[in-house]
Antibody, heavy 119, light 107 residues
Framework: EVQLVQSGAEVKKPGESLKISCKGSAYIFGSNWIGWVRQTPGKDLECMGVIYPGDSDTRYSPSFQGQVIISADKSTNTAYLQWRSLQASDHAMYYC????????????WGQGTLVTVSS | DIQMTQSPSSVSASVGDRVIISCRASQSISSWIAWYQQKPGKAPKLLIYAASSLQSGVPSRFSGSGFGTDFTLTISSLQPEDFATYYCQQSNSFPITFGQGTRLEIK
C-alpha cells in the first residue's frame, strides 16, 4: 500500500519559521511528483506547489510563490514544506500528495499536518 | 488559474436516495476532472478520475459524467457511509484547483 507519512502537528507563533516533512517509498519518490495541498479552516483545498524529487524540478502556484519553499531529498525519500516567517493566515491543515504530473489527479494523500499559528 | 464551482454547497438526503453533485469549470477542461470524498478528520479519497473512470475499490454506486465545462458526480443509492464532503478537482493544467466542496448530510 502506498503511504505518505507526514510529520506531527505544530504550534507556532507569528514570525517563527517552520519546516514540515513527508516521507514516502522509493517507488513513489522515484516516479511521481510530490505536492503540498493546504486545507483552510473553511475547508477549501489549495495546491501550493509540486516537486519532482528525481531532479528537484519545482513548480509553485502563483498564490504561494515566494511565501513557502518546497524541497525534497531523494536519498531519504522525504519532501519538505518550509516557511521563513509564519503568519496567522498560515493556520491550516497541510497535506502531502503524490501525482503523476504537476497537473494530474491526486493519487495518494498523506495523513495531514495541522499547523497552528497563534500569538 | 481555472476556477471550479460546485453546487449545491450542501445537500440533505436519506439512505437509498439518488444524489447528484455538479461542478462547473471556468474554461474547458476536456475530461480532466477528478472527484474526492472527505470524511471528518481524514484526508480526501479519490473516487473518480478522467470524468467517469471509477478508482479501484470504489463502489459502483458512484459514477461521474460530463465533458468540457460541466460535470456531475452521482451516487445512485446513498449508504450510511456516504455522508461526507465531496470535492471536484481539475487535472487539465497547473496549478490543479478544487471546487469549494459539497457537504452531504443525513436528512
Amino acid at each position: 500500500e502506498v503511504q505518505l507519512v507526514q510529520s506531527g502537528a505544530e504550534v507556532k507563533k507569528p514570525g517563527e519559521s517552520l519546516k514540515i516533512s513527508c516521507k514516502g517509498s522509493a517507488y513513489i519518490f522515484g516516479s511521481n511528483w510530490i505536492g503540498w495541498v493546504r486545507q483552510t479552516p473553511g475547508k477549501d483545498l489549495e495546491c501550493m506547489g509540486v516537486i519532482y524529487p528525481g531532479d528537484s524540478d519545482t513548480r509553485y502556484s502563483p498564490s504561494f510563490q515566494g511565501q513557502v519553499i518546497i524541497s525534497a531529498d531523494k536519498s531519504t525519500n522525504t519532501a519538505y514544506l518550509q516557511w521563513r516567517s509564519l503568519q496567522a493566515s498560515d493556520h491550516a491543515m497541510y497535506y502531502c500528495v503524490s501525482l503523476l504530473s504537476p497537473e494530474a489527479r491526486v493519487d495518494n494523500w498523506g495523513q495531514g499536518t495541522l499547523v497552528t499559528v497563534s500569538s | 488559474d481555472i476556477q471550479m464551482t460546485q453546487s449545491p454547497s450542501s445537500v440533505s438526503a436519506s439512505v437509498g436516495d439518488r444524489v447528484i453533485i455538479s461542478c462547473r469549470a471556468s474554461q474547458s477542461i476536456s475530461s480532466w476532472i477528478a472527484w474526492y470524498q472527505q470524511k471528518p478528520g481524514k484526508a480526501p479519497k479519490l473516487l473518480i478520475y478522467a470524468a467517469s473512470s471509477l478508482q479501484s475499490g470504489v463502489p459502483s454506486r458512484f459514477s461521474g459524467s460530463g465533458f468540457g465545462t460541466d460535470f456531475t458526480l452521482t451516487i445512485s443509492s446513498l449508504q450510511p457511509e456516504d455522508f461526507a464532503t465531496y470535492y471536484c478537482q481539475q487535472s487539465n493544467s497547473f496549478p490543479i484547483t478544487f471546487g469549494q466542496g459539497t457537504r452531504l448530510e443525513i436528512k
